[in-house]
């Protein structure tokens, strides 16, 4: 079974991390935002690893960014073919999750360990497509009725 962990950089990326010991037995590969504290992460031998444009909602080229980054993220679903995709959000995930979603991938979300409680932008998006949403504090369970608690990552 081939599993895609996918999420921004900076915290993000850090919880996605922490899943990695729960997919190593599978053929797996990350996905995340390009800068210069993640393309280190390659040189450590950690795995494949595939780098989208790193989004901004307020920088000026955001759309062009936005596009460049849905267009990637097709041709990288199609080359990978993850049966499984698991996330911590935000930004330039979502239409690679969207993408697996229409093709038949199971899509697995965790809700930001930084979320206490209010919903984030990406999670609400996720909530309506994901076949597993968790969150990492009870507090949400009010903002997603029907997420599963099951702790922290960290």
């Not at 962990?5 to 190593?24: Q, R, Y």
């Not at 280190?40 to 690893?49: A, F, R």
């Not at 969207?98 to 409680?117: D, H």
């Not at 504090?137 to 099951?150: F, H």
Request: glycine share 6%.
């Amino acid at each position: 079974m081939k599993v895609c962990l996918i999420s921004s950089t900076g915290g993000h990326f850090d919880e996605l991390t922490k899943i990695i010991p729960a997919v190593e037995e599978h053929d797996y590969f990350l996905i995340t935002e390009k800068n210069k504290s993640r393309t280190s992460y390659t040189d450590q031998g950690k795995g494949k690893v595939y780098f989208l444009m790193q989004q901004e909602r307020k920088n000026a080229m955001f759309l062009l960014i936005f596009v460049a980054n849905i267009i990637k993220s097709f041709f990288l679903y199609l080359r990978e073919r993850p049966k499984v995709i698991i996330t911590t959000g935000a930004g330039a995930t979502y239409p690679f999750c969207l993408i697996g979603k229409i093709f038949g991938a199971k899509l697995i979300y965790i809700e930001s360990y930084a979320k206490i409680y209010s919903s984030s932008a990406t999670g609400r998006l996720m909530y309506k497509i994901s076949d597993e949403f968790f969150i990492q504090w009870e507090t949400l369970q009010d903002s997603y009725p029907n997420a599963k608690y099951r702790g922290a990552l960290f």
